[in-house]
């Protein structure tokens, strides 16, 4: 059994390049590991996978669930290599807030990818690994290589920038939730008649989203207003982080912010994107 924290993200930059002719786009965006997570637990089983899931109960058990598919795509591979396997139990405590622009269920397919990994001696290197996990969702590499990354092409490709010391953010969630694919189909369609408006922001899809749910910019005012050195949307929203240098001045913050925004975070830079606490062995 193993026992894994799988870290949220934020997106310190975000540049939308080429639509591709699968209709997906081409990214630039600077993704950086926050330490607000979700614990996932993987128990050996005899066949198939079977999921639970604690602290949210509106998220599908099955196949509909990213860190379902997960575990099919690695059994998949491991077919592919004539490596046999029984089955996984997945039990899933989730923190991260979804539908938030924090990759949640992609940090849990990360997670779930990393911890199968290990509980199989390691049948795949990081990029075998990181190729599996392209195939599941444009974050999930990043969520298995973690730290601060420079993430192009559709997010397979990562170039590693180590951070020097630690960085605190304060995240706040709003009580809505953002379509990402109406976000991108949004962002395509004021690109072609008011491209000025998408000039110099770090996060191309902020103006785009921001002008239907103004309240993700009310947040960010009141982040700088509470002490933050700037704030941003991460994502396609409609999660919100401001930068704080200090540590005791962030938690003050994330505390007052709470009475407004009950989904306040504060939160750390961590420099992997899945972390293992505990591997217990069959026979411990």
Not at 64 to 77: G, P, V
Not at 154 to 160: D, M, R, V
Not at 185 to 204: A, C, H, M, T, Y
Not at 214 to 230: H, Q
């Amino acid at each position: 059994m193993v026992r894994l924290k799988a870290f949220a993200k934020v997106n310190l930059t975000l540049k939308i390049l080429a639509k591709r002719s699968d209709g997906y786009h081409s990214l630039e965006s600077v993704m950086q590991s926050v330490s607000l997570c979700d614990y996932i637990s993987l128990e050996p089983h005899s066949s198939g996978i079977e999921l639970s899931i604690v602290g949210d109960h509106k998220l599908p058990t099955d196949n509909k669930n990213l860190a379902f598919r997960a575990a099919e795509a690695f059994f998949l591979e491991l077919d592919k290599k004539g490596i046999a396997h029984g089955g996984i139990k997945i039990n899933l405590e989730k923190k991260i807030p979804l539908a938030a622009g924090l990759a949640g269920g992609s940090a849990d397919a990360a997670g779930v990818l990393f911890g199968l990994n290990k509980l199989a001696d390691k049948p795949f290197n990081e990029e075998e690994l990181i190729m599996i996990g392209a195939s599941l969702g444009s974050d999930v590499p990043f969520c298995l290589k973690g730290g601060r990354c420079l993430a192009t092409g559709w997010g397979e490709k990562l170039a590693a920038k180590p951070l020097e010391k630690t960085e605190y953010y304060i995240i706040v969630v709003p009580d809505l939730e953002v379509p990402t694919p109406w976000a991108y189909q949004e962002f395509d369609r004021v690109v072609e008649s008011e491209p000025l408006l998408i000039e110099g922001n770090k996060n191309d899809l902020e103006p785009v989203v921001v002008r239907r749910y103004p309240v993700i910019s009310e947040v960010m005012g009141k982040l700088v207003e509470a002490g933050c050195e700037w704030a941003q949307m991460s994502g396609s929203g409609p999660s919100v982080f401001g930068l704080v240098r200090d540590q005791n001045l962030g938690r003050l913050i994330t505390t007052k912010i709470r009475h407004a925004y009950p989904r306040a975070f504060f939160t750390e830079t961590v420099g992997v994107g899945v972390e293992a606490e505990h591997h217990y062995s069959p026979n411990t």
